[in-house]
């Protein structure tokens, strides 16, 4: 059963408009919460890692937010350029340590067009 | 400069053929990881190897196998490939310590099998 639902499946805007990216999950415990960015044919970058029961972080043009009690992440991306053209992935983490098993969904694909 | 590398990049192998991937990194991280990534779903932990000599199956092991003599090298072993296993495969590594650690990717490895 997949614990860990990200929407839109595929997202397509045009350069300079803003983006919104949904994670729902229902892993327990849920420590951390991270996001990373896969351009095609490459690895998984961390753009951000959410801790807190009600968080925010914001890492230049991308911000994001975890509600604990809902369990449910934004990532939003602000003034959008070709180069976020990528798979955003959600993990979820139910242990702080190595020990824990990360959770992951299976991204939301958006496409920056010119 | 932090890093995972993969090595081969792309690889096609004949049903039945012995398969060897290979990962290192060197940020002297304890534990490393094998993943697969699969169309339509999150990655999917294969092996988790929590230092050298210390591996332990994630939630697909079954038709791969690992070793790890060294800190720095994590290698991926397919016995006999299938066609099932054809996918992308990603290494990664961490701390061990505490913490919600970031994971470093290496830029996968995509094996058909035929």
Known sequence: KTQVEQSPQSLVVRQGENCVLQCNYSVTPDNHLRWFKQDTGKGLVSLTVLVDQKDKTSNGRYSATLDKDAKHSTLHITATLLDDTATYICVVGDRGSALGRLHFGAGTQLIVIP | DMKVTQMP??????????????????????????????????????????????????????????????????????????????????????????????????????????
């Not at chain 2, 779903?41 to 790890?68: A, F, H, M, T, W």
């Not at chain 2, 590594?93 to 970031?102: A, D, I, K, P, Y």
């Open chain 2, 9 to 114: 990049r792309y690889l096609i192998k004949r049903m039945g053929e012995n398969v060897l991937l290979e990962c290192g990194q060197d940020m002297s991280h304890e534990t490393m990881y094998w993943y697969r990534q699969d169309p339509g779903l999150g990655l999917q932990l294969i092996y988790i190897s929590y230092d050298v000599d210390s591996n332990s199956e994630g939630d697909i092991p079954k038709g791969y196998r690992v070793s790890r003599k060294k800190r720095e090298h994590f290698s991926l072993i397919l016995d006999s490939a299938k066609t099932n296993q054809t996918s992308v495969y990603f290494c990664a590594s961490s701390l061990r310590r505490e913490g919600q650690n970031t994971l470093y990717f290496g830029a996968g490895t995509r094996l058909s099998v035929l």
